[in-house]
């Protein structure tokens, strides 16, 4: 619905420079004199203590100005602070220790990046690796290595929760239903990735920085803590332009501290861009959460009770706002549901991955994954039809403002309306004919169904529901959500409006003008709107920047209400002027004016620009009309209850989205056939941005659904480094949308409106699982499916996965890169005298392939200098053999360990020479390695293939050396003629 | 081909948007690089550095490239042309822009300069291009935020304009 005459369809004010190359992104900026650019060294291990940082090198090289380690950082500031009490030190770059994959150990300062680039690879570190721990449960484990060694243990935190009377409803719940789910780790992965520009004044004691940051600003008292200057001394500014966010920019934050110190360390200002490797292992990633739901149902399939067992894994640092992301749900939990029993135990785990944070949909794709499942599981137990569970559980229409177990109000809505609407006019029941038409046919098809509520305008008390009551009465009261908006009129009445959103993209300004255009009269592309902040003159809160969808129905209320307070300001000058009363004056077409009769007319810039001019002619009590700033908060973001009640959100809109997927029997692809959403997101503000908005949300759902993933290794290597590894849909996988709208506005917000921005990436993800498991159904029964449905991971369900072809390994299921292998060689010399060679660092030095030197260090214990390739990363690593288990001259086993900028290797294969019978001998060998670094996040598909090509290299140089022509087996034969033998 | 040395500076001497321009580069340093950083053309972006995600194709001789895997000594005598010369006139749009605005084929634009540039050398190529065409030309670019659908929608909308400027020539 319409409200105010907005200009629904405008076209975007942001478009025309973005369209033409003149867009102002953090690296178009120009950087003052003198700035140094910064390249950062980071960790290839996941858990290791660092004995030795050796720069020597690397400061030499020219055009180094610093080579900075943690050591320095801590010399001018501190750790970042946390958000609930914990006894550990969240530094932005490592001290002593590393704790996952790509953090930070040292930072290079030079003339330009590519030189920085050069002196991080002469950086020569030396780890002492500890056993590392990924999975969630396994962290919780008594023996599982701890990360943090003042903690004691890898359990950050561990509360419960009960609301209204859970163990009464379990009691006497006809069943009780239970689903245990993982939800992966994943990120929005925004194409420009992270940039900081900051500078030190020593005389002020002050830091400038320009970042892609985008808020919330409650990590601006973060950062200015960290730095040890008051808040006044951290002036923090965005650009105009922002390439996407979807959360992840709050994460840029650590970096700001760490170049800012190295800034004042160095006395320069600093430039730092990240790379996409840096963005995927390193910049922030969503949590990965285990989840245990319990249903107490009813004969009929009504939900009385549900009880939550959650363990958030945060990665290897607790880093604010987190554990944000396990609470912006609370009051949530029940999703959609009229459920008045509610039990929930949270507890949040540290792993040695990268510490986690925003990413859009934030808490809501994990509770409605494991929620959603739920509702479907319960149906099938229950021989129900999935869409009457739904329907039945649903907040009844006339409830609203309903209160949810757990605290929230839902403002407005009728979800029953909604649900029908979209049945009826997505064609719902053709979608089931379609279903039973395919599975006559055999083929496999699902259709899946999602109901979700989406919360927006987040309640900054919400995270202290983390902290007992007891711990929120010590810390003192937060709540409340302020915006702000500044109009300014200069004195020819033109109009500058200021808002504290931080956009990437979503067209907030074109909003913004449309709104005070139209409480003017004038033309929304007369009417500047700045969207860069300032937190040195802007006005500003902790809430303020882009998450939680909170434009629409926060900031741009802000905005109204500093147009409306002008106007009537304007207005009774009008009125003294047109001698009429202020409330029969109107605006429009440029004019103010008397709404009976609109002859009697002012230019409004005449009237508006009268504060400049003329202030003396101003109506008594009337202030000039120069420059107005609403701040704006909700009164209904209330502070926690005593009970734990939480308001977490102050808008909540209904999604309801259905589906019809199809596996292909082949490929076992899934593809979406259909899909429905049905949003009700209140009042609708401009059409255009709200449909862009949810297919932007649903494009990256489907990303989460079967794609993509943040995928480590068991030893915590990670390996999704490049957009290859971690596959973002193209247009191709991105199925068509049905798009629905039914309208309550939401009476709480200034403009009716709600957020609408990240609800798909709630709903989608386990609407297109629920599908998947209702097509394998027939098949498989009931399956615990886990994203990203992959092809593989499919596969694995379906019951009659034939049997790989005689002499084919089986795959190891997932991501991996780990490597063995065994094989065979035939050399025509006799074993002692291959023995010999094995055991001669001079020898040695021309048969290991790509070595520039081997040195003995003992018998047993060689140390060489190789340069390897492997797919497109090409480095030099030192590689220390040790040989053990010696029985000259039949066997022995070798134990390599290799270490270079691009990554790290670690494995051992044990070697067997037989005589063959004539004068020759059989080389028999074995091995298992793992690679960690770059070189796994990047080459992990690559490397089975480069380790046999290095093995057969090795053999092939071995026989020459023992005087004869090699004679190794047929894939290693191959393999060396690809290669063109020795290089 | 030149033989170049690694630590040194070559002058590169190019067509840039139609005007001569030049600059030095080492060899290693990349065209990206080179247009926005020495030739302050940073209507061209970088996303991945590494040829996925598209938002630095540019034209090199009329064909499309990633600039972020051409290095700025290959472009010596080449004709570039980058996204900030697809308008006809500074204040204007190309009709391919103009259907961008008008289908909110773009949110935060970062990876647009790629995807006009891609797109524009299609329709100018194959004034024909249907959607499947035009689907397989953007499948060369990632996009966060639009979810591609209003992308299509403005492609097919400025192939049809097209088509009818040249009849009605």
Redesign the interface.
């Known amino acids: 619905m319409p409200k105010d005459g907005l200009h629904q369809t405008m076209l975007r004010v942001e478009d025309a420079p973005l369209l033409t190359g003149r867009g102002q992104f953090f690296d178009d900026l120009p950087t003052p004199h003198g700035t140094v650019h910064a390249a950062i060294l980071r960790s290839p291990h996941a858990h290791a203590k660092i004995t030795d940082i050796s720069t020597d090198a690397a400061r030499r090289l020219a055009g180094v100005h610093a080579v900075l380690t943690g050591e320095d950082y801590a010399s001018v500031a501190s750790p970042l602070m946390v958000g609930v009490k914990l006894p550990i030190e969240c530094w932005p770059i490592a001290q002593n220790k590393v704790r996952y994959v790509g953090e930070p150990v040292a930072v290079v300062l030079a003339d330009d990046r590519y030189i920085a680039e050069d002196a991080v690879d002469l950086i020569d570190v030396s780890y002492d690796t500890l056993a590392p721990v990924i999975d969630p449960l396994k962290a919780l484990a008594d023996d599982a290595p701890v990360l943090h060694d003042e903690m004691g243990s890898n359990l950050g935190a561990d509360r419960y929760f009960s609301y209204g009377d859970p163990d009464g409803a379990f009691a006497e719940a006809d069943h009780v239903v239970e689903i245990s789910v993982r939800y992966p780790r994943n990120s929005c992965t925004p194409i420009e990735t992270y940039g900081v520009l900051t500078r030190w004044d020593p005389h002020t004691r002050s830091y400038d920085v320009l970042s892609n940051f985008q808020g919330p600003f409650s990590i601006h008292p973060v950062i200015a803590r960290a730095l040890n200057v008051p808040g006044n001394r951290l002036r923090l500014r965005t650009p105009e332009d922002s390439g996407g966010s979807f959360g992840i920019k709050q994460g840029v934050f650590p970096y700001i501290a760490l170049l800012s110190a190295c800034a004042r360390l160095t006395d320069r200002p600093v430039k730092w861009v990240e790379d996409r490797l840096e963005h995927l292992t390193a910049s922030v990633s969503a949590t990965n959460r285990a989840i245990t739901l319990r249903a107490a149902v009813t004969a009929k399939g009504r939900v009385t009770a549900l009880d939550y067992d959650q363990v958030e894994d945060v990665g290897a640092y607790l880093r604010a706002p987190e554990p944000a992301t396990l609470y912006r749900m609370h009051g949530n939990l029940c999703g959609a549901y009229d459920i008045a029993n509610l039990r929930v135990r949270n507890r949040i785990v540290m792993t040695n991955k990268t510490p986690t944070g925003l990413n859009r949909g934030f808490g809501g794709p994990q509770i409605y994954f494991a929620l959603e499942r739920l509702m479907q599981r319960i149906a099938v137990e229950l021989g129900l039809d999935p869409v009457n569970v739904a329907r039945d559980n649903l907040i009844s229409s006339g409830a609203f403002p309903y209160r949810t177990a757990s605290g929230a109000t839902y403002d407005s809505g009728d979800y029953q309306n909604a649900f029908d609407t979209a049945l009826k006019d997505g064609r719902y029941d053709a979608l089931c004919q379609k279903r039973d038409a395919a599975r006559a046919q055999g083929r496999l098809y699902g259709i899946g169904l999602t109901v979700a509520v989406e919360p927006s305008v987040s309640n900054m008390g919400y995270l202290s529901t983390a902290l007992t009551p007891a711990e929120r009465a010590k810390a003192g009261q937060k709540n409340g959500a302020q915006s702000c908006a500044t109009i300014a009129i200069d004195p020819v009445g033109s109009i500058t409006v200021q808002i504290d959103s931080v956009p990437q993209g979503q067209g907030h300004k074109t909003v913004a003008a449309s709104i005070v255009a139209e409480r003017f009269g004038l033309e929304p592309g007369a009417i500047t709107v700045v969207a860069a902040m300032d937190t040195g003159k802007d006005a500003w809160s902790i809430a303020a920047g882009n998450y939680s969808s909170r434009f629409a129905a926060a900031s741009a209320g802000a905005v109204r209400i500093a147009a409306g307070r002008l106007r009537e300001r304007i207005a009774a000058i009008a009125a003294s002027q047109l001698d009429a009363r202020p409330e029969d004056i109107e605006f429009g077409n440029g004019k103010v004016f008397i709404a009976s009769n609109p002859e009697a007319a002012l230019a409004f810039a005449r009237v508006a620009s009268t504060g400049h001019w003329a202030p003396g002619t101003l109506p008594e009590g009337i202030a000039a009309p120069m420059r107005e700033t609403a701040i704006w908060t909700a009164p209904e973001l209330t502070a926690p209850t005593e009970e734990d009640g939480i308001n977490s959100s102050l808008c909540h809109a209904f999604i309801f989205d259905f589906c019809g997927v199809e596996i292909d029997p082949v490929t076992h692809e899934a593809r979406v056939d259909h899909y429905v959403t049905m949003h009700d997101c209140g009042t609708i503000l401009h059409e255009g941005m709200v449909e862009g908005q949810i297919r932007g949300a649903f494009a990256q759902a489907v990303g989460a659904a079967l794609y993509e993933e943040y995928a480590y290794d068991d030893d915590g290597a990670f390996l999704a480094g490049t957009l290859a590894d971690y596959p973002v849909p193209t247009v191709h996988e991105i199925p068509d949308l049905t798009i629905l709208h039914t309208c309550t506005p939401s009476p709480l917000t200034p403009l009716g409106a709600k957020g609408v921005g990240e609800g798909n990436c709630m709903s989608t993800p386990v609407c297109i699982a629920n599908a998947v498991a209702d097509a394998l159904a027939p098949a498989s029964g009931n399956v615990d499916v886990t994203l990203p449905l992959s092809p593989a991971r499919i596969a694995s369900y379906l019951p009659d996965e034939p049997a790989p072809p005689e002499g084919i390994a089986q795959p190891r299921p997932g991501p991996g890169k780990g490597l063995s292998g065994q094989g065979e060689a035939h050399v025509g010399a006799a074993p002692q005298e291959i023995w010999d060679l094995l055991m001669d660092a001079d020898q040695l030095a021309a048969i290991i392939p790509g070595a520039h030197g081997v040195k003995r260090l003992s018998p047993t214990h060689f140390l060489a200098d190789v340069t390897l390739g492997v797919g497109p990363v090409k480095g030099r690593y030192r590689v220390q053999v040790g040989l053990s288990d010696l029985d000259a001259p039949n066997n022995a086993t070798l134990t390599g360990k290799a270490g270079g900028a691009l990554g790290t290797g670690e494995g051992s294969g044990r070697v067997t020479l037989t005589p063959d019978g004539s004068g020759g001998t059989v080389i028999g060998y074995s091995y298992d390695a793992a690679v960690g670094g770059k070189v796994a996040s990047v080459g992990g598909r690559l490397l089975d293939g480069a380790a046999k090509i290095v093995i057969g290299q090795f053999f092939a140089a071995l026989g020459r050396r023992a005087g004869d022509a090699p004679q190794p087996d047929g894939i290693i034969a191959r393999m060396c003629g690809w290669i063109g033998g020795r290089r | 081909m030149r033989r170049l040395t690694a630590t040194e500076r070559h002058p590169v001497r190019f067509t840039l948007n139609g005007k001569p321009a030049e600059g030095t580069a ?1 060899p ?2 990349l065209l990206s690089d080179f247009l ?1 950083g020495v030739q302050g ?10 040829g ?2 598209g ?1 630095c194709t540019v034209r090199i001789d009329g064909a499309m490239a990633r600039s972020c895997l051409t290095f700025a000594v290959q472009i010596e005598g080449a004709e570039i042309d ?3 010369a ?2 006809p006139a500074p204040a204007r ?1 190309s009709v391919l ?1 103009d259907a ?3 289908h ?1 084929a ?8 790629g995807i ?1 540039m891609s797109l524009d050398t299609l329709l100018a190529t194959e004034s024909q291009a249907d959607a499947e065409r035009i ?1 397989d030309v ?15 929608a403005a492609a097919l909308d400025a192939a049809q304009t097209l088509r009818e400027e040249t009849d009605n020539a």
Not at chain 2, 43 to 49: D, L, S
């Open positions: 080492h290693r340093m926005r053309a940073t209507g061209t972006h970088v996303g991945c550095e590494h996925v995600c938002a980058t996204v900030e697809l308008a749009l822009q961008f605005r008008k909110h773009l949110q935060c634009g970062f990876c647009t300069p006009l689907r953007l499948s060369g670019h990632l996009c966060r935020c639009t979810g591609y659908q209003p992308i299509v």
